[in-house]
């Protein structure tokens, strides 16, 4: 009997460990499902839109300077100062919300990169043509998974801890290279000059 007892909580234990490293992938798994049902309130469970916003924003401004963390006021406070009034006058990149709607995000998960914000159609959602995620770090609190597309460039997700088996989402690292720009809308055709003179 006593033996068991003891494998079962082994195996109790085994499955604990197993979990706890393999969250973050149910987490990536279940991001990716909630944007392609476009599920936003499991979206908002499983994503820190505000951190994942605050990531994006200095990727999307082109500038090299903003990918670097501001100086520290008790440091240097004339370059915390001369950073803010820079920041405050750079022109603003493209809008990172793009990238955090339901279709951008599934697009992200399935490597489109900085195009996936820029999706005219959802292509099909089969899962045996999406790239699987590769584990590019894994510490106790923090693990990023990264999806590459057919160039090999990585867009890399990384989750944070937020509780025993939780993981929220909190940054986005896109691709190196050039933000495209979201076509505007085509206007109507013009009448022909036979419709018009009726």
Do not use: C
Request: aromatic share 8%; no cysteine; glycine share 6%.
């Amino acid at each position: 009997m006593k033996t068991i007892l003891g494998r079962l909580v082994l195996a109790a234990i085994a499955l604990a460990v197993i979990a706890f490293f393999a969250a973050p992938a149910v987490a990536f798994f279940g991001v990716r499902s909630a944007a392609q049902s476009d599920d936003i309130v499991g979206l908002q469970r499983l994503i820190d839109f505000d951190a994942v916003r605050a990531s994006l924003r200095p990727q999307l401004s082109n500038r090299p300077e903003a990918m670097a963390p501001p100086p520290s006021f008790l440091n240097d406070p004339i370059g915390a100062v001369r950073r803010q009034f820079e920041d405050a006058a750079a022109p603003q990149g493209p809008n990172p919300d793009a990238y955090l709607t339901p279709d951008a995000i599934d697009g992200l998960t399935r490597a489109e990169g900085r195009y996936a914000a820029v999706r005219v159609a959802r292509p099909g959602t089969d899962e045996a043509s999406a790239p699987w995620p590769k584990p590019v770090y894994w510490s106790v609190n923090r693990a990023r998974m990264a999806v590459t597309d057919e160039g090999g460039s990585d867009t890399v997700f990384t989750f944070e801890r937020r509780g025993a088996f939780e993981w929220k989402l909190v940054h986005i690292g896109l691709p190196e290279g050039a933000t495209p720009v979201a076509a505007p809308a085509s206007a109507p055709p013009a009448a022909a000059p036979s419709e018009a003179k009726r």
